[in-house]
């Protein structure tokens, strides 16, 4: 891949630039692996019955948030968490509706699916531009989150017939917010390396196979992803 090789060449990870865009890119990952962690106990108060299970994958997000604390310091670089708490509002919001009212599909599907899914792609496509310390955490961090993505595929598709209503919904709601973030995160994505398209696309394709596992026809799938396109 000629174009990672010339943008690895041309990081440097103790440029002004670069600490900036990575005090927001870390403080978001921080901020979305501290909610990640509230969304699974959460998650495992409404699901009685995987509770050891959602337990466990809350742990991970913690030892997640920890490692990627440690990226930061390494660099010396100083999180901004305001702007990332600002930045993961809107899901964070939807979620606790959502458990309010007791809908645990859509908390599924915000969490296991939508989140897991950004997770996945951005570590991925992070992993080959990091620093070598954060590439290494990065790269056991990744493995995690296909596991908490597999958790929600396996409970959806256990209750595929009873949840597809909700699931299309909550999809139409969240996912323009994914967008939203996706844009938002763009220029400093950039400035370490990592480009939007690429982001897109492999959030696009964790996402749209968790739907196949789960039992969504490929139709359904190419409707749920335009809904999302165009709110
Ligand atoms: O399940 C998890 O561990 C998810 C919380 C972590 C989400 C990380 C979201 C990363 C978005 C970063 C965008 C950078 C381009
Ligand atoms: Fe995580
Ligand atoms: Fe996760
Ligand atoms: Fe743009």
């Given amino acids: 891949m000629p174009q990672l090789e010339a943008t690895s060449t041309t990081l440097d990870f103790q440029s002004a630039s670069y600490k900036d865009a990575y005090s927001r890119i870390n403080a978001i990952v921080i901020e979305g692996e501290q909610e990640a962690n509230d969304n699974y106990i959460k998650l495992a108060e409404m699901l009685p019955d995987s509770k ?49 009212s007791g809908n645990v599909v859509t908390c599924l599907l915000i969490q296991a699916l939508i989140i897991e899914s950004f997770a996945i792609a951005a570590y991925n496509i992070y992993i080959p531009v990091a620093d070598p310390f954060a590439r290494k955490i990065t790269e056991g961090v990744v493995k995690d989150e296909y596991s908490h993505l597999n958790f929600g595929e396996k409970w959806l598709q256990a209750h595929f017939e009873d949840s597809k ?51 969504f026809t490929t139709r359904d799938i190419m409707r749920m992803s335009a809904y999302g396109l165009i709110g």
């Avoid at 993961?88 to 458990?99: C, D, I, M």
């Fill in 165 to 215: 209503t909700e699931m299309e919904q909550a999809n139409r709601q969240n996912l323009p917010i994914v967008w939203k973030m996706l844009n938002q995160v763009e220029k400093d994505a950039k400035v370490l390396g990592m480009e939007k398209e690429a982001l897109v696309e492999d959030f696009m394709i964790a996402y749209g196979e968790a739907l196949s596992t789960i039992g």
């Fill in 52 to 100: 050891d299970e959602l337990i466990s994958l809350a742990k991970m997000e913690i030892r997640h948030k920890k490692g990627f604390q440690a990226c930061g310091k390494n660099l010396a670089v100083d999180p901004d968490m305001e702007f990332a708490q600002k930045f993961f509002s809107g899901l964070h919001q939807n979620f606790q509706t959502a458990a309010a």
